[in-house]
Structure formats: C-alpha cells, structure tokens
C-alpha cells in the first residue's frame, strides 16, 4: 500500500473499478507523460484541496496540460480520480509473511502506518469521505477493501495452521480493530502515527487488552 514501504513484492492487482471506468489502453510515449503528470496532480490536488474542490480545470493547471485533454480521456471527475488512486494502490501494502502472526501484523500495520502519511493514502481517505454521495466512487472503495481483506486472508490461514489463532476467530472484526486505530488518529484526531504504534496496537489486541504480549 507505496514508494515508501519496505523491500517487499507487490501482490495487489489495480482493481478492475479504475481500468472500466476510464482509458483502456496503455499509453506510450508524449501521452504516457501527460497521463502520468495529471495522475500525480490529480492526487497531490486531493491530498491539499479535498475531492469538492478538485476540478479538470484545476487538475489542468497543475499538470500543465489543456483542460480538453482531459475531457477527451475521461468523461468525469468520478472516472479522473479512480484512474488516478487505481494507478498507485497496485503498488501499495504488500502482504507480510514474517513465519510468524504477531510481527505479519505489526509488519502490515507498518505498512500501513507509511500508507495513509503518504499523498495516494490521503487521497483513498478523501475518497472515503465522499463516496455515499458518489455511486462509482463508493463502489470502487467497496472494491478496493474487499480485494485487500482477501489478499490478507493467507495471513490468517497461516496463523491458523501455525496455531497461532483459533479457526473460531472472527479475523474480519480482527483486522478491523487494527487498522482502524490509525484511521482515527490520523484523520479524526489528526494524530502523529509513531513507530511505536503498529507494535503496541498488535500487543494490545492480541493479549485481549492486558499488558501481555502474544507472539
């Protein structure tokens, strides 16, 4: 989930949402820089501006390029915008398998923690915020956290097999509870996410919310 993270292959696949929902062909050449510049403008204009204030003609300026170019690619912002996050979340958080579940969590959760500090991390947030007004949007961020949830599943099958979890475990609300500790504190208290936090998050829940560790 990101030119941040560390050394680990990419497993994601670029949801099918963002290659429907806009141009189809690989484009080479002047026209891989200009998509490649409207991308990145695209996504650093949400991360500052929020996705109301994102407009072809503000995307235009900042890119550099004529605002009918844009119009010529995608019909819409809805369709700009998924191209946009679709062409970076491929590369973003990568699945941890560490040999053990409590370090693939707080491997993920740093992972994580990288992501949602990042421009293209910001930016899925802002879909977030407005997806229940925007129907493809919402289904493309549907889409986006389902496809993530089971690219995660071989985390928990594994901690399964290992012994680690019981086969009982409701792992959706699990992972919920993890990830969800960062969404507040970076985007409803607008907390720091220290270093610290992956490791103590996963400690917590994992002991139950006692002071022990589980490895």
């Known amino acids: 989930m990101n030119p941040h993270h560390p050394h680990t292959t990419p497993t994601e696949a670029t949801p099918a949402t963002g290659e429907s929902a806009g141009v189809r062909r690989r484009p080479g050449g002047r026209s891989a820089r200009v998509q490649a510049a409207v991308f990145v403008a695209t996504i650093q204009l949400l991360q500052e501006k929020g996705y109301e204030a994102l407009s072809f003609a503000t995307v235009a ?36 398998d560490t040999g053990a579940f409590r370090s693939d ?59 680690e979890v019981s086969p009982q475990a409701d792992l959706q609300l699990l ?24 490791e103590r998050v996963v400690d917590l829940v994992l002991s139950g919310g006692g002071s022990g560790k589980t490895s």
């Open 61 to 96: 300026e900042r890119a550099g390029v004529h605002e009918t170019s844009l119009y010529r690619r995608w019909k819409t912002k809805e369709q700009l915008v998924i191209n946009a996050i679709s062409s970076q979340v491929a590369q973003n958080i990568p699945v941890p």
């Open 105 to 163: 969590l707080i491997q993920l959760l740093q992972l994580l923690r990288t992501f949602l500090q990042s421009s293209v991390g910001e930016a899925l947030v802002q879909l977030a915020i407005v997806s229940k007004h925007a129907p493809e949007i919402d289904f493309f961020h549907q889409q986006y956290w389902r496809q993530r949830r089971a690219l995660l599943q071989p985390v928990f099958d594994r901690a399964i097999a290992r012994g």
């Open 175 to 198: 992972l919920e509870t993890l990830i969800g500790v960062f969404y507040v504190r970076a985007f409803v208290l607008g907390e720091p996410l220290d270093e610290t936090l992956p």
